[in-house]
């Protein structure tokens, strides 16, 4: 059994390619209908299919979410940076000391 390793750079050049056979696809089915052409352009475009693994999946799926998580943490992170700018945002020794036991 061949395993492929795929990875977020591999995964990128796999959809270009797939994209760049679908712009390609077009363009026949394209010049095809300009010319009257009859048959039925589908028989004539070969076409590719990526079945991805469950485990590929669940990666994709949890890059997906670490992605989404750092997006709002640094939102987090700006809107009280902002805060903090402003005079807005408040920390007393008291406050840091509860959360130091909290942890």
Known sequence: MHV???DNES???VLQRYIEQQREAMRVKDSHSD???AKNIDE???SD??????QALQLQYAFKALEDAAK????KVDSIRKDLESGRY???GA??????FES
């Open 4 to 6: 492929v390793r795929i």
């Open 90 to 92: 408040e920390v007393t």
């Open 49 to 54: 299919r990526v079945t991805l693994s469950e």
């Open 72 to 75: 709002a943490r640094q939102e």
């Open 35 to 37: 010319t009257g052409s």
């Open 95 to 100: 406050m840091v000391a509860k959360r130091l």
């Open 44 to 46: 004539e475009t070969p």
């Open 11 to 13: 995964m990128q050049r």
